[in-house]
């Protein structure tokens, strides 16, 4: 007997035993991000991008980074990013990043973290 509970966990039950086997699916979602940024946007952009997470459940969000500049707050707000998608069982990944940003990242120790 084959039992489907959500689009995600099969559950299989076997002879006096049941056994349970979990496969989950890799969602991404596309968002992106646009300019300038103030520090005092980042709280609201967290929340905004925390929504986005908590309604799709995605594994992977490709974040679009061509419309910001390569400063600190950009950086600053990226890395809360990626913290608010850890606890959201997922990891953000930049694209269209410029060389500027990209070196900028590197800098502050942040290239295993915000990856392309």
Do not use: K, N, W
Request: with cysteine; hydrophobic share 45%; proline share 3%.
């Amino acid at each position: 007997m084959r039992m489907h509970i959500g689009p995600a966990m099969t559950f299989r039950a076997g002879t006096g035993l049941s056994q349970r086997t979990a496969v989950y699916e890799q969602t991404t979602i596309t968002f992106g991000i646009r300019g300038p940024l103030a520090r005092s946007d980042l709280p609201g952009l967290c929340d905004r991008v925390c929504a986005l997470f908590e309604r799709s459940h995605a594994t992977v969000a490709l974040c679009d980074v061509s419309g910001i500049a390569a400063d600190a707050v950009a950086v600053d707000a990226l890395a809360r990013l990626q913290l608010a998608a850890y606890r959201h069982g997922c990891q953000v990944r930049l694209r269209q990043s410029t060389p500027e940003l990209r070196d900028l990242v590197a800098f502050m120790g942040l290239a295993d973290v915000l990856v392309e």
